[in-house]
């Protein structure tokens, strides 16, 4: 079973940064499909940024593009998402996902793709 872990949420003034970590006990993320994906209250769950296996391409949501990056840390086993110029509507649960399944060398953000969840971190956006 793999679970995954998220840290570095927590509350930052408009226009600051945040890096988020997620890695997983047991397994190597470098072979999975990840997602990063927040959920405000009353709000669906939306995908933020991804990142495939083998050459890492990525994708992010139009609302984070310039402004968040996804990457590797392949020595730390973690996935990072860098978020820069961060703005209140940023304010939400953000969430680690994986897969294996399927062809995880195409970028999806789609919640539906993943099959391993973390249990989310606090991000609040605020004066």
């Known amino acids: 079973q793999v679970q995954l872990v998220e840290s570095g949420g927590g509350l930052v003034q408009p226009g600051g940064s945040l890096r988020l970590s997620c890695t997983a006990s047991g397994v190597t993320l470098d072979y999975y499909l990840i997602g990063w994906f927040r959920q405000a209250p009353g709000k669906e769950r939306e995908g933020v940024s991804c990142?495939?296996?083998?050459?890492?391409?990525?994708d992010y949501a139009d609302s984070v593009k310039g402004r968040f990056t996804i990457s590797r840390d392949n020595a730390k086993k973690t996935v990072l998402l860098q978020m820069n110029n961060l703005k209140p509507e940023d304010t939400a649960v953000y969430y680690c996902?994986?897969?294996?399944?399927?062809?995880?060398?195409?970028?999806?953000?789609?919640?539906?793709?993943?099959?391993?969840w973390g249990q989310g971190t606090q991000v609040t956006v605020s004066s």
């Open positions: 996902a994986a897969t294996i399944r399927g062809n995880i060398w195409i970028p999806s953000l789609h919640p539906g793709r993943y099959d391993y």
């Open positions: 990142i495939t296996r083998g050459d890492g391409t990525t």
